[in-house]
């Protein structure tokens, strides 16, 4: 039998403590020797003892049945006793990293790496799944929602003509007809005097023009793309994705449990998400590319979108005394469509690449 190691015994029955020794057998028993005269030692195999992992030189516990738990504060000596009794294993390891500062530092800059890979990729790819894992019901809900908050708090109604409205909506169609998509999606106008011409594409697949968009036209081919490049938003689920992507813990919540009903706690976020945020540059170009997919099937030129961007971008340029207003116009714009120039050119170029 090894050296014993000292230790503050307590019975599991009463706050008594009592000096020990224990002694790690060979044979795989644990003996507790206790210091009172004439008591009989008690004894323990190796599957009742759990011995508690070592956390720098803090005292630890060897527990045992009933309770009953041994105080050590030896640390050298109980992982000595322990080598030739039972590998220490992850106690052992977990002490040697915490006094080993290169260790540590390493162990460290592998958490931060893994955290900002699940930040970057890990989110987003979740967020993904989350936002095609809805129900359409639940889509229409939140599409609804949305825009009876818009109709409350910052849409007027519409002041075309309805035989103007009834024209385009015609012309939408055709358009979804001739590019061979299924007619899912639905066009709504609205008067928007504080953001000025403008589209806002909502998760159930209905499309907010605004008035001030199709007065700005040239041509209705124009108003065309930007509806175009609105579906692409929806097809691709867009919104939902920023908004979860914002929403971690509701995307690891229906992930784990697979209960959809969760992600009904971003139907208040949609709202501010597309009034005061912005889509990535991954998401742009991605509903740029369905754009242009849709619009060279319905035989639509897509330069009509490139004009019509930069149309949207001079309409939305400071023209007034008050720069700071005709600032936060611009800016309420260019937060939810960015018109880039590169953007311009890769449609551009797409349409003289047909």
Known sequence: ???????????????????????????????????????????????????????????????????????????????????????????????HVEQSWRLALVSAIVLLALGWAAFVYGVPWAAKRVAFMLPEKMLTALGDQTLATFDKTVFDPSGLPEERRRE????????????????????????????????????????????????????????????????????HRHILRSVLQNSAIVVVVTLVTGDVSSATAIGGAVPAFLLQSRFSREFEAESDAHAILLMRRAGVPTRHLAVMLESLEKAHRPKSDDEE??????????????????????????????
């Not at 008594?16 to 028993?29: E, H, I, M, S």
């Not at 030189?57 to 109980?78: A, I, K």
């Not at 909502?202 to 793309?225: H, N």
């Not at 469509?337 to 047909?354: C, G, L, N, Y």
Request: aromatic letters at 8%; glycine letters at 8%.
């Open 1 to 95: 039998m090894n050296t014993g190691v000292p230790a503050t015994y307590y019975d599991g029955r009463t706050s008594r403590p009592q000096a020990v020794t224990l002694r790690f057998g060979g044979d795989g028993t644990l003996t507790v020797e206790l210091a009172d005269e004439g008591a009989a030692p008690l004894m323990f195999a190796r599957s009742q003892v759990q011995v508690e992992s070592r956390l720098g030189d803090g005292s630890r516990f060897v527990r045992l049945p009933d309770d009953q738990r041994c105080e050590v504060t030896d640390n050298d000596g109980l992982d000595a006793a322990l080598a030739a009794w039972v590998a220490p294993g992850a106690a052992a390891w977990l002490h």
């Open 168 to 235: 385009l909506r015609g012309k939408f169609t055709a358009f979804l007809a001739a590019a061979g998509v299924r007619d899912d999606y639905r066009i709504e106008f609205r008067a928007a005097p504080r953001f000025g011409a403008n589209a806002f594409a909502l998760p159930s697949g209905v499309i907010v023009v605004t008035d001030e968009l199709v007065k700005l036209a040239a041509d209705d081919a124009e108003i065309l793309g930007v509806v175009a490049h609105e579906c692409g938003h929806v097809y």
């Open 325 to 354: 207003e005709d600032k936060a116009g611009m800016m309420d714009y260019i937060r939810s469509h960015p018109p880039t120039r590169e953007r311009v050119q890769a449609i551009r170029d797409a349409d003289s690449a047909k």
